[in-house]
């Protein structure tokens, strides 16, 4: 069976469970005693704490006190959560003719989790997967400054990639060790490295904007890799992993799974002081990342990211949410262009303030952009430091039937210094971007440790 053929059955059925079941109201808290009804709840205890933080994209975590909009149901000696997001949006990016563009289409991911006690310890299974390769069309949407993968031979560059069928096809165990000491293992055909910060989808910070950073290259751009394996041990507030994994980048063919030799590591330490606070640093080597497009070799990477998620709960169940991170990459020489190793590094901060009916959110980035990335051909050798700015509001419109529906809209500038302007148009190029969401009905509910 291919495997378009092997996740509609699966797609179909989430969606279906997602429309019949019903959620929490809007501003109803479920405690994480609530939340773990169906698991023992000494080994509940034994394993995490009220204050402990939460399991976001992969490994990664995100501060106790993040909120989630998702399904939780009961399946036998399981606990089933159902959660997505899908934009239909409309973006426009200005710039010279090849690099602006306008197109339609959706931006979306759908997710299913499920875990269960097994042995002393929590067993959970996870799956992930996008319609983006059907909803966006040709080499991505347009998002100017954004680089990264391959498109009919060649780099892409000013657009955003779709993101593969099948983002996480995952399992992960964990079991007391001594004390408050925990170990866990994960891995599976499709998952995520100990390497960066939680993925941008799943950041409370930036989970409203869909539009991609174009940091994404520096920071989390390997939460989708066919073929991981990551074992670590952690306390009530920290936790220290390692992985190895397959560091290619997926190619243009969205819809098959990209498997490789696992011969690219990462480390990562993450820390939480607060309820409220993660930080994390992590480093780690990919072998081949950077395909490379016609005759040149596949480039490899070492990587280094940092990254502070904070969250603020405000009166009337509104919160707010905030991130800071930086990457650094330092990739090899491309003998064939004469390119020398090159050290880039990136900044991201990201902003959010929800309440029941608005969210107002913003991210600014600054990075180095090789000029090969940005097809720059007779410089191919420099680093341009560029930015971009986005501010964006989102409206919840209606929710009913366990949905619920959102309108939105953005203004984007991407800034660029006096060797791009004319490229771009200028220093400044405006871009904007209305749209429509639709995610399951807010339910506001801890998450729990299941996950995002």
Sequence with gaps: MSTRQGMLPWLIAAALTVARVPT???????????????????????????????????????????????????????TVMLHGQAFGQLVVESGEEHR??????????????????????????????????????GCGYPNLLATGE??????????????????????????????????????????????????????????????????????????ITYGVVTAGLSGGRWNAEGSVFNGREPDQRRTDFDFGALDSFAGRLSLA?????????????????????????????????????????LSGGAVLAASVMYGVNAEDAIPIEGVPAQT????????????????????????????????IGESPADVFTVGKLEAGVVRHMWQGGGARVSVGGMVM???????????????????????????PASSSEHAGHTGH
């Design 413 to 439: 500038a991407s800034v660029v210094p006096d060797a791009l302007a004319p490229r771009y148009g200028g220093h400044v190029a405006p871009g904007f971007s209305v749209f429509l969401s639709l995610t």
């Design 150 to 223: 391959i498109c009919k031979g060649d780099d892409i560059h000013d657009r955003q990639h779709q993101h593969d069928l099948v983002m996480e096809l995952s399992a992960r165990y964990e079991r007391p060790l001594t004390g408050s000491v925990r170990w866990h293992l994960y891995g599976g055909p499709a998952g995520e490295p100990a390497l960066g910060p939680v993925a941008f989808q799943h950041r409370l910070a930036a989970s409203w904007n869909p539009i991609a950073p174009i940091t994404h290259h520096w920071l989390d751009s390997s939460h």
């Design 24 to 78: 929490a109201s809007a501003g109803q808290t479920m405690s994480p005693e609530e939340h773990a009804a169906h698991m023992s709840q000494a080994d509940h205890d034994v394993l995490h704490g009220p204050d402990s933080p939460v399991n976001g994209s992969g490994t990664a975590w995100l501060p106790a006190s993040t909120t989630m909009e998702g399904v939780h149901l009961p399946a036998g000696a399981w």
């Design 100 to 137: 602006r563009g306008t197109q339609a289409g959706s931006i979306n991911w759908f997710m299913a989790m499920a875990e269960r006690d097994a042995g002393g310890g929590q067993l959970q299974l996870r799956g992930m997967a996008s319609l983006e390769p059907w909803t966006i069309r």
């Design 273 to 313: 002081p607060t309820p409220n606070m993660v930080f994390q640093v992590s480093g780690g080597r990919l072998r081949d990342a950077e395909q490379g497009a016609g005759s040149i070799p596949p480039t490899s990477v070492s990587r280094g990211t940092a990254s502070l998620l904070y969250n603020r709960p």
């Design 344 to 375: 880039t590094h990136a900044v991201l901060s990201e902003v959010a303030l929800a309440s029941a009916n608005h969210v107002l959110f913003g991210r600014g980035e600054v990075v180095g952009k090789p000029a090969h990335d940005l097809h």
